[in-house]
């Protein structure tokens, strides 16, 4: 009688421990796909703030042989 109750209770256990892992599996998928949009947008953001470093570059560059 009793190991009826102890297998009832492992299933029942077993059951929620799948519920509580595909949650678990959820939002680190989710996690996942967020960290990977804002390392995206830093990527994007960095090569910006670089092309713009070169043009002051060239710009200055450009200024000095001007003047002289």
């Known amino acids: 009688m009793?190991?009826?109750?102890?297998?009832?209770?492992?299933?029942?256990?077993?059951?929620?421990?799948?519920?509580?892992?595909?949650?678990?599996?959820?939002?680190?998928r989710g996690y996942g796909d967020t960290a990977s949009m804002v390392s995206t947008s830093t990527r994007d953001h960095l090569g910006?703030?670089?092309a713009r470093w070169?043009?002051?570059?060239?710009?200055?560059?450009g200024r000095r042989r001007r003047t002289h």
């Open 48 to 50: 910006l703030l670089r």
């Open 54 to 61: 070169a043009a002051l570059r060239v710009a200055v560059g």
């Open 2 to 28: 009793f190991y009826e109750l102890s297998i009832v209770l492992v299933v029942i256990g077993i059951a929620v421990l799948g519920i509580l892992g595909t949650r678990v599996a959820r939002l680190l």
